[in-house]
C-alpha cells in the first residue's frame, strides 16, 4: 500500500474521518508521560508503543498510525484506561482506531474486519452468537485454505466435548435486523 | 427471585461448564436465579470495533428486557466481557441523556424501554459479597484441605468499573477459595492479560502471555476462572499440563455437588485431579 494512498482516504470516507476526530479528542490531553506503553500486556508484540503511537495520531501522522499494528493488537485489558493520570479512556480510542481501519483500510486489516463482519452478521441473523457458524463463514469469507488449518486442532478438541453445535443455518430477514437496521439508519 | 441470570452466548457453546457450574452452585447456595427471557448478544468485543451506537444498543436492549419484566433486581452476569458491555450501556444510559434517548427510540418499536435502573453484577461480585463464603464453608469438608489454588480473574470484571475489587491486585476469591479448606497462591498476576482475542488472531501472543501466568502459578494445584475467555486461553495454551476449572466448579466440587451436575466432564484441560476430592 503506497503512503499516498493512505493520506487520501481519510478524506475520502467521511464517517471514518468523524470517527477519527473523536478518538483524537478522546487522547487529547495526553502528556506522553508512557505510563500506557508500561501498563500494555501485548507491548513487546506491538511494532510502536502506546505512547508513541498516541504521539503519532496528535501529530496528524495519520499513516504511521495505520501502517502500524498497535491498535490492532489491543486486547482490552483496560490497564492503560486504570493508570492513565489523565484519565483518558484509551481502550475506547483504540476501539475507535480499530472502527476507522476496517472502513479506511479494509484489504490491510483483511482478517480483523472479515471476523468482526461475521460476528455481527452472526447476531444479526440469529439475536445470539452461533460458534460453528459464525466460524465457517468467517474462513469462507477469507477464502484462504490455511488460515483454517490454525484453528483445527482446537475445533477437535471442541468437538470431542460436544461443545461445537452443527445447526442447519436458517434463510429469512433475521433475529435483529430490524434494530439493526433502525440503529443503521439513525447513524445516517 | 433472587437474581436475574445473563449467561451471555459463551456460556450455551464453548463455556457450557461455566452455565451449568453456575446454575448448580447458586441452587446449592439458595440464590434463585431466572434466565432475562429472549435475551439476546451483548455485542462482545466485537459491536464496539464496528458501530459505536450498537455497541451500546446491543446490551441496552438487554437492560431492557429486565426493566421490563423485573425492575430493581440486580442482574448476575458470569462472562466479564458480557458484565462490562451491560455495565458500560448502563452508565452510558444513566449519565448520557442524548444518547439515553438515542437508544430508546431504537428500542421503542419493540415495546422497550431503557433507564439502567436494574444493577448489573459480576458472578464474583455476587459470590464474594453476598455471603456466599460463609455458606460454602459450613458445607465443605476437608477435602480440598491440602489443594494450593491460584485465584485468576483476568482483566474485564475488575476493570475498568472496579466495583467490587482492587483492579490490580484482586483478592475477592481468597475468602471463597479458603472457605472450601484449600489454600491461596500468595501471587501478583491474578489481575494480568491473558490476550484476550489477540491470542485467538496471534497464538504467539496467548503463548506468552499464558506461559508467564502459568509460569507463576507452578506452586498451585490447580488455577480458578471466571470468565470464558480466561478460560479458554488458560486452557489451550499450556506448557505443562495444569487443571484450569470454572470459580462455581471448584466451589460446588468443595461443597459436595456432582462433578457431572458441575460440567467438569467438559473442560479442556484435566480437571480430574481436582474433581476425584469432590464428592464421587
Redesign the interface.
Known amino acids: 500500500m503506497a503512503l499516498s494512498d493512505v493520506r487520501e482516504k481519510p478524506a475520502a470516507r467521511p464517517e471514518a474521518a468523524r470517527r477519527l476526530e473523536q478518538v483524537k479528542d478522546k487522547v487529547a490531553a495526553c502528556i506522553q508521560c508512557g505510563t500506557c506503553s508500561a501498563s500494555c500486556?501485548?507491548a513487546?508484540?506491538m511494532d510502536m508503543t502506546p505512547r508513541r503511537m498516541w504521539r503519532a495520531l496528535l501529530a496528524g501522522r495519520v499513516e504511521t498510525v495505520f501502517l502500524s499494528q498497535t491498535f490492532i493488537?489491543?486486547?482490552?485489558?483496560?490497564?492503560c484506561?486504570?493508570r492513565c493520570p489523565r484519565g483518558l479512556?484509551l481502550?475506547?480510542a483504540m476501539?475507535?482506531l480499530?472502527?476507522a481501519a476496517?472502513s479506511l483500510y479494509p484489504d490491510r486489516f483483511r482478517?480483523?474486519a472479515l471476523?468482526?463482519?461475521a460476528?455481527?452478521d452472526n447476531?444479526r441473523q440469529y439475536?445470539?452468537?452461533?460458534?460453528m457458524e459464525m466460524m465457517t463463514r468467517y474462513f469462507l469469507a477469507l477464502k484462504h485454505p490455511l488460515v483454517p488449518l490454525?484453528y483445527t486442532s482446537?475445533g477437535i478438541?471442541?468437538m470431542a466435548?460436544?461443545?461445537?453445535?452443527l445447526r442447519l443455518p436458517s434463510a429469512g430477514p433475521g433475529?435483529?435486523a430490524?434494530?439493526?437496521d433502525?440503529?443503521g439508519r439513525?447513524?445516517g | 427471585m433472587d437474581y436475574l441470570y445473563y449467561p451471555g452466548?459463551?456460556l450455551?457453546?464453548?463455556a457450557?461448564e461455566y452455565d451449568r457450574s453456575c446454575r448448580a452452585l447458586s441452587g446449592a447456595l439458595g440464590m434463585a436465579l431466572v434466565e432475562i427471557s429472549d435475551?439476546?448478544?451483548c455485542?462482545?468485543?466485537?459491536?464496539?470495533?464496528?458501530?459505536?451506537?450498537?455497541s451500546v444498543?446491543?446490551p441496552a436492549?438487554n437492560l431492557a428486557l429486565a426493566e421490563k419484566t423485573d425492575p430493581g433486581i440486580d442482574i448476575l452476569v458470569p462472562c466479564s466481557a458480557c458484565y462490562l458491555n451491560l455495565e458500560t450501556a448502563r452508565e452510558t444510559i444513566r449519565t448520557d441523556p442524548v444518547m439515553r434517548n438515542?437508544v430508546n427510540?431504537?428500542?421503542a418499536?419493540?415495546n422497550l424501554v431503557v433507564t439502567g435502573s436494574n444493577r448489573v453484577r459480576h458472578l464474583l461480585d455476587v459470590l464474594s459479597r453476598d455471603g456466599a463464603a460463609d455458606q460454602v464453608a459450613a458445607r465443605a469438608g476437608t477435602n480440598m484441605a491440602d489443594l494450593v489454588i491460584a485465584p485468576y480473574y483476568g482483566?474485564?470484571c475488575l476493570?475498568?468499573f472496579?466495583e467490587f475489587d482492587d483492579?490490580?491486585l484482586p483478592r475477592s476469591m481468597d475468602r471463597l477459595i479458603r472457605a472450601t479448606g484449600a489454600q491461596v497462591l500468595e501471587w501478583d498476576m491474578g489481575g494480568?492479560?491473558c490476550?484476550?482475542?489477540?491470542?485467538t488472531?496471534?497464538?504467539?501472543?496467548g503463548q506468552?502471555?499464558v506461559g508467564q501466568i502459568l509460569a507463576g502459578a507452578k506452586d498451585a494445584d490447580a488455577v480458578v476462572t471466571v470468565c470464558p475467555m480466561c478460560q479458554m486461553n488458560l486452557e489451550?495454551f499450556q506448557p505443562e499440563p495444569v487443571p484450569v476449572l470454572y470459580l462455581p466448579q471448584f466451589l460446588g466440587l468443595a461443597m459436595g455437588l456432582s462433578s457431572k451436575a458441575l460440567g467438569c466432564?467438559?473442560n479442556?484441560s484435566d480437571v480430574r485431579p481436582v474433581v476425584i476430592r469432590g464428592a464421587p
Open positions: 500486556p501485548n513487546e508484540f493488537l489491543c486486547a482490552s485489558c483496560y490497564m484506561t486504570l479512556p481502550t475506547w476501539a475507535g480499530k472502527q476496517f482478517r480483523s471476523f468482526y463482519r460476528f455481527m447476531i439475536g445470539r452468537v452461533r460458534e490454525g482446537m478438541r471442541l466435548k460436544h461443545k461445537l453445535h433475529r435483529l430490524p434494530l439493526f433502525r440503529a439513525q447513524e | 452466548c459463551s450455551e457453546g464453548t457450557m435475551w439476546t448478544c455485542g462482545a468485543t466485537a459491536a464496539r470495533c464496528v458501530d459505536e451506537l450498537l444498543v446491543l436492549r438515542r427510540q431504537i428500542l418499536p419493540d482483566c474485564q476493570r475498568p472496579h483492579p490490580e494480568t492479560c490476550g484476550a482475542a489477540t491470542a488472531t496471534r497464538p504467539g501472543v506468552a502471555l489451550r466432564g467438559l479442556l
